[in-house]
């Protein structure tokens, strides 16, 4: 079995020959893979001087980024990836946030103690509002009001936004951290020095809560999983972050960061949460459930903020002084690829590294290496050779080491016989042996269909755009090799044959990361080869 990727990592030896002595001690472990990857440094104009935060319009693909002690606001259209304004008036600017549906921009200019308000169209400021010492900005859609951390007074200022008038500052009792909107709740969140995760009703203008935020000091950036209802609160003073349900409203874990963590960036769709810090260490978490896994650290100078297109999975970190000059760093998430042709297993034994199951009844399968002449790589291959005809049957080989939520996912099948039914699939988001998704192709039938199996039941899934069509008619050869090939993002699944892209599938039953399998059903006789998975 050939394994490539960071999934399947070997220990050597290091051998040491002295005067009449021998030494064996273990090789030093190879670095791990850091978890972002460079996809471009794009020059910025101005100074190599800091920068502060960053708002993303996925409307029209601008990032509007602070630097803060130039004292303008940088318009970067992402899609073009070239900037599009460099904004003077904005002195000492931190907090910057795009409000689409009002086209409004507004910035904290801390300089001048106010927020500047610039219509996102002509890029001309249309008002400024006097706050004393601007940070976070955040917007209640229902109240149609702007929020704003008032630092060092210690309150939240809000703003009237078809008046642009301040209307009211609610006092907070300590240092306001970063402001922001839940979705979920529809209120407003505020960090609060020393410990506290202050929730304001946006229509009333009154603090309903009070979370204390136990083993966190000086509580600054905040970012959230509206799905999952959670906080990411990250604390200054003790290089922490607290993961919080704001469910029940209660801390359920914390985490070391890097030194003064300060913007947070959360990515829905891949469930990975970026952790900046002015040490320059951004870190970087998966979230499984309700809670944290870390996926690694990086280190950039003065990377302490991070902003996140949630559509193309994108980061972006404006850098203040990279050979004497401001870039903006645009990264993706690292891949991790693990491929599996079984050319190093046991003719006539079970697959090395998978774990069998069954949905339905009927015999539980024989999986099993065999080998084939005609296989695409070498000249072995896994089969599923028990032919036990019970209809609502389906054999499950189940790969160990991969756990995934998103991943491109392909493998080679070849149809060996079958009366009942000539079905391989893929298994993604596998829970356990009644809760998964399946796609398949049946050379029987002659198409290809996508389901989720949901406590021990198989309801194929319909296909955007189409409806329930029972996936789609394709021809699929008897007795030769073709490829099928999933790749999930999030709750869209794109299933191709072939290299033929054959139609999109939403689906949120199973959100989560969930292990890798193969799959036939009922008396079918199927071979596979190939498997390939590469993970986001």
């Known amino acids: ?62 990032l509007y980024i602070s630097h803060m002690n130039a004292d303008q606001l940088v318009v970067f ?45 002509s890029l001309r400021t249309v008002a400024r509002i006097a706050v004393p010492d601007p940070d976070g900005v955040a917007y209640a859609p229902k ?23 301040l209307i009211k500052s609610i006092a907070l009792g300590g240092e306001a951290g970063n402001t922001v909107y839940d979705p979920g709740s529809g209120q407003i969140l505020v960090a609060v020095e020393p410990a506290e995760l202050v929730v304001i009703d ?11 935020l136990p083993g966190v000091t000086d509580p600054h950036g905040i970012a959230l999983d509206v799905e999952h209802r959670l906080a ?28 003064d963590p300060d913007v947070l960036a959360f990515d829905p769709g891949l469930g990975l949460l970026y952790v900046s810090a002015e040490s320059g260490t951004v870190s970087v978490f998966e979230r499984r459930g309700s809670q944290l896994e870390s996926r690694g650290t990086l280190s950039m100078p003065h990377a302490h903020t991070v902003c996140v297109d949630p559509g193309t999975h994108l980061v972006y970190f404006p850098l203040e002084d990279v050979a004497g000059r401001p870039v903006l760093r ?30 339905g009844s009927g015999r539980p399968g024989v999986w099993v290496v065999v080998e084939d002449r005609t296989a695409p790589s070498g000249h072995l291959v896994l089969a599923q050779t028990d032919a036990d005809s019970t209809g609502y049957r389906f054999p499950l080989c189940v790969l160990d080491a991969v756990t995934a ?48 199996v949901q406590g021990g039941k198989r309801t194929d899934l319909p296909l955007k755009g189409e409806g329930r069509t029972y996936g789609k008619k394709t021809p699929i050869p008897a007795s030769a090799w073709s490829t099928l090939a999933v790749d999930v993002k999030g709750s869209t699944f794109t299933v191709s044959f072939n290299g033929t892209r054959l139609y999109e599938v939403d689906d949120t039953t199973f959100p989560d990361a969930g292990k890798v399998g193969l799959w036939t059903k009922a008396d079918s006789v199927m071979r596979f080869d190939d498997l390939r998975i590469v993970t986001r």
């Not at 016989?417 to 079905?423: A, F, I, K, P, V």
């Open 1 to 62: 079995m050939t394994r490539s990727g960071g999934s399947f990592v070997g220990m050597g030896l290091a051998v040491l020959a002295g005067a009449g002595t021998l030494t064996v001690r273990p090789a030093e472990p190879a670095a791990p893979p850091a978890p972002l990857r460079l996809v471009a440094d794009v020059p910025l104009p101005g100074p190599a001087v800091r920068f502060d935060y960053q708002s993303f319009d996925a409307t029209t693909g601008r």
């Open 77 to 121: 259209d992402t899609r073009a990836r070239r900037v599009v304004a460099n904004l003077d008036g904005f002195p000492r600017v931190r907090g910057v946030f795009v409000v689409p549906e009002l086209k409004r921009v507004y910035a904290a200019a801390r300089g001048s103690h106010e927020v500047v308000v610039v219509d996102a169209d």
């Open 143 to 165: 109240a149609n009001r702007i929020f704003v951390s008032d630092q060092r007074g210690q309150a939240d200022a809000v703003i009237d936004a078809k008046t642009n008038a």
């Open 202 to 212: 946006p229509a009333s203008l009154t603090i309903t809560a009070r979370h204390p």
């Open 232 to 259: 990411f609160v990250a604390g200054e003073g003790n290089h922490t972050l607290a993961v919080f349900d704001l469910a029940a409203g209660r801390l359920l874990a914390t985490h070391s960061v890097g030194d």
């Open 330 to 359: 645009i990264m993706e998430p690292a891949t991790a690829d693990t491929v599996i042709d079984f050319e190093k297993d046991k003719s006539g034994a079970p697959p090395a590294g998978f774990t069998t199951a069954l949905t």
């Open 405 to 452: 939520k998103d991943a491109g996912i392909s493998v080679k099948i070849k149809p060996v016989s079958g009366r009942e039914d000539q079905g391989a699939g893929i298994v993604w988001r596998y829970r356990d042996k009644d809760n998964y998704y399946i796609v398949r192709a049946n050379a029987l039938e002659g198409n290809v269909v996508l389901y989720k």
